[in-house]
Every structure is written in C-alpha cells, then in structure tokens.
C-alpha cells in the first residue's frame, strides 16, 4: 500500500484528493493547520497531521516514510498575490523549496504538484494552450506558480527528486471555500444565497476552461504512482465557457435570476485561457465530465446548507 502525504488536506482540492486517495487504497496521512475546522473529508481512515506549511520542522517530520507527497496548497489567491506579490514569494515559492529540501532529506519517491493553468499562459491570443506552449504569466500568482515549476526541474536536475505538475485550469465545487475570494461559482452562489449582487468583472466575455472537482480528482488519483512519459500535465475540462454563459448556468439551478453589480476587469486578467488536455487523455484515458448544471447543483445544495445552518 502506498504512502502518501497531502499537503493542504482541508483545503478544496486537498480534502477530495485525501477520499479519492482512501479510496484507491493508499495510506494517506492528511497534513493542515486544521486551526479553525474539522476535517472537511469525509473519510476518517487517515493519519491527520496538524502543522504549520510555513514551519521547516513540521514540513522534515511530515515527509517522513512517505512514497509520495501531493502539495495541493496555497498561501495565497490570485487576488492576495497581487494586492501583495512578496507574501507569494515569502510564502508559495520560498516555502516551497523548503518542502522540496525536506523530500529529498527523507527520500520521498515522487512529488506532485497542483500548478495553474488558468494564469500561467498568460495573453497569447491562443484559442487553447498546450504543455509545449511558452508559459508567459503576468500575474504574480502565476509567476509563483510557474517559478515553482522551474524550482522542480531544479530539484529533479540536482538532487534526483522525481515530481509531475498538473497544471489545473479553473476548478469549482463542493468544499471550496466562498470566503477565500477564489472561484467565481461558489462566491457568485453565496451571494445569491444572501440576497446580494454578484459581481462580474468586465462585461462577462471572459472564457475559462472550468472543472467540476470530483472529475480532477478522478483525473489526478490514477497517476500516482504509474510511471508516466512527461513530467507536466495540463489539467482540465479541455472546454472554454464564458462569463456569462456560467450566470445563465447558476440562473437555472438556482431558479431565477439576481442583480449584477459589474467593475473592471484586472488589467492581469486574460481574455481566453481554455487548456488543451490531449497529451493527458491520450496517456490516461478519456474522464467522463459532470455537466456544469450538475456541479453548480451540487455547489449550490451546500452552500445553502450551511449557510442555513
């Protein structure tokens, strides 16, 4: 049985990684700060590490025996990062160097790691983006994302450190936290839950490539562990929608329509970012995708819930 770390667990991405994880039979040992939360996975069957990413100690005994280390966390936002590039480099890049350090003291097997494919390509122009296509960020958040891909060939070059970066587009649903300014649907959807406006930056043109959750993870869990022909993935829908097309979406499951209060579009804000995810499904195989409705149903039923409760 496998051993593997996830780093981040609580967190959107981390916290489906760790059920998907159990349920492909690996020994997952969950690390967070889990300061203000329960688990927000759903199994138990883990060993919860409760640490501090920013600690070098906590990151040497967290790595300790594992085959394998997911590094699904973030310190920052899009936002955050640009209102503050330093606390990405601080915090993202630095710190994470400091992980890749601890891997290779204990002698981890393989790295994983969840990068961006929604800001690391950067204004090309291009209809959809390919792994062979230059990463040209304007960003800080993608800037970090990509140094940090970088720091991986480093690591790979000196110290043998085997890693793969998913380079994900834009994923959405259950467990993603409204209040952390990330992700369109669920802070779109909790404004509508409280009767507010939701937002659109610019005139609601912009197209992204959008991943119901549970589909990456079913896309990720399969390649851990397999031997794989690249080092870097695009991961994703491979779909591009709009703006706008995703409120005429969150107008039918929710069942009426809400008030748009719109502002300027970010000037790091790219028009077009779909991701082309053939060298993936060409590897791996072809992931049957939830129909947005479908996902956007399931984000909303939660976060009523719990807004209720």
Do not use: W
Request: aromatic residues 8%; negative net charge; hydrophobic residues 35%.
């Amino acid at each position: 049985m496998p051993r593997t770390l996830v780093i981040g667990a609580n967190g959107f991405i981390g916290s489906h990684l760790v059920d998907a994880l159990v349920g492909a039979d690996h020994e997952v040992r969950a690390f967070d700060r889990f300061s203000s939360r329960t688990p927000t996975f759903a199994t138990r069957d883990v060993e919860i590490v409760q640490g501090e990413f920013l600690s070098r100690a906590d990151l040497d005994s967290a790595v300790q025996g594992m085959d394998y280390v997911v590094h699904a966390l973030s310190t920052t936002t899009p936002a955050t990062a640009e209102s503050d590039p330093t606390l990405d480099i601080r915090t993202n890049v630095a710190q994470t160097v400091e992980l890749l350090e601890s891997c290779v003291d204990a002698n981890v097997g393989h790295l994983y790691f969840t990068s961006t494919g929604g800001a690391i390509y950067g204004p090309q122009g291009k209809a959809e983006y390919s792994e062979s296509d230059r990463a040209l960020p304007i960003s800080p958040y993608g800037i970090g994302k990509l140094s940090i891909e970088h720091y991986l060939q480093y690591f790979k070059t000196k110290h043998g450190l085997s890693s793969t970066s998913f380079r994900v587009s834009n994923p959405y649903g259950t467990r993603q936290h409204p209040n952390r300014k990330q992700g369109l649907i669920p802070i779109a959807l909790r404004q509508i839950v409280l009767g507010r406006p939701v937002v659109r930056l610019g005139d609601g043109s912009m197209v992204r490539d959008y991943v119901y959750v549970e589909d990456l993870v079913r896309m990720l869990v399969p390649v851990l562990g397999r031997a794989t022909e690249y080092g870097l993935y695009n991961v994703g829908s491979g779909s591009g929608t709009s703006v706008n097309e995703v409120l005429e979406s969150l107008r039918r499951v929710v069942g009426g329509d809400f008030a748009i209060e719109e502002r300027p579009k970010p000037p790091t804000f790219v028009d077009t970012v779909v991701l082309n995810t053939s060298r993936f499904r060409t590897e791996f195989g072809e992931i049957p995708m939830t129909p947005m409705d479908e996902g956007i149903r399931r984000t909303y039923d939660e976060i009523r819930s719990g807004i209720e409760r």
